[in-house]
C-alpha cells in the first residue's frame, strides 16, 4: 500500500517548540487581562508636581462624571492606605512627616495640559500675576484636598476654608467634604 502513508509522531524538538509557543500566548493573555488599564476613571497624567500640590491632565473629552469617578478614587485611596497614592504616580506630599508620607495632598484637575504644566503651577502659587491666577482656578475641572483630619472632592476650584478673597470658580459644585479617612 504505497497510496497510505502511515503518520510520523512529532519530532521532540517540535513538540517543545509548540509547547512553548503556546505557554508563550498563554502568558501574554493572562497578563494583558491582569495588568488593564482601570477603566472605572479616565486617562490621566500626573504633570507637575510641588510639594503637596498636585495637577493631573484629563483629555478634554473627559465628561463631569468621570472626572468625579477620578475624585470618588481619590476618595477611597485617601481613606485606605494612603500610601497608594503612590500606585496613582504622586509622589510622596509629606516625607518628612512622622504619621506617613501622603497625610497632605490637594490634587487639581485639568482637561488643558498647558495649565497642569510645572511652569503653569509655580506661576499659579507664587501669586503675582492676578490674571493667570483667577485663569488657573476657573480652568480646574475637579479638585481633591486632603489633611491629616479632613477631605474635599469638588467639581470645579474652591478655595481653601482660610484663603482670603477667593471665590469657587463659577459652577463649582462639592461633591464630599468631612473627615478624613485614618490609616
Excluded: W
Amino acid at each position: 500500500m504505497e497510496g497510505e502513508q502511515s503518520k510520523k509522531p512529532l519530532d521532540p524538538l517540535v513538540k517543545t517548540a509548540l509547547a512553548l509557543c503556546i505557554s508563550l500566548i498563554v502568558i501574554t493573555v493572562v497578563g494583558m487581562v491582569l495588568t488593564a488599564p482601570d477603566r472605572s476613571i479616565p486617562p490621566y497624567s500626573v504633570m507637575a508636581q510641588q510639594g503637596e500640590i498636585v495637577t493631573v491632565n484629563v483629555p478634554p473629552s473627559t465628561r463631569d462624571p468621570e472626572i468625579e469617578a477620578l475624585l470618588v478614587r481619590f476618595q477611597t485611596v485617601g481613606h485606605g492606605d494612603r500610601n497608594q497614592f503612590a500606585r496613582l504616580k504622586i509622589k510622596p506630599t509629606t516625607p518628612a512627616d512622622p504619621a506617613g508620607l501622603y497625610q497632605r495632598v490637594t490634587i487639581y484637575v485639568f482637561a488643558n495640559p498647558g495649565l497642569a504644566e510645572e511652569a503653569a503651577l509655580k506661576e499659579y502659587l507664587r501669586g503675582a500675576d492676578p490674571l493667570a491666577r483667577s485663569g488657573f482656578e476657573r480652568a480646574v475641572r475637579g479638585l481633591y484636598r486632603l489633611t491629616s483630619d479632613t477631605e474635599l472632592g469638588a467639581m470645579g476650584f474652591v478655595p481653601e476654608s482660610g484663603a482670603k478673597g477667593e471665590r469657587p470658580s463659577v459652577g463649582a459644585r462639592v461633591l464630599f467634604q468631612g473627615k478624613a479617612g485614618k490609616t
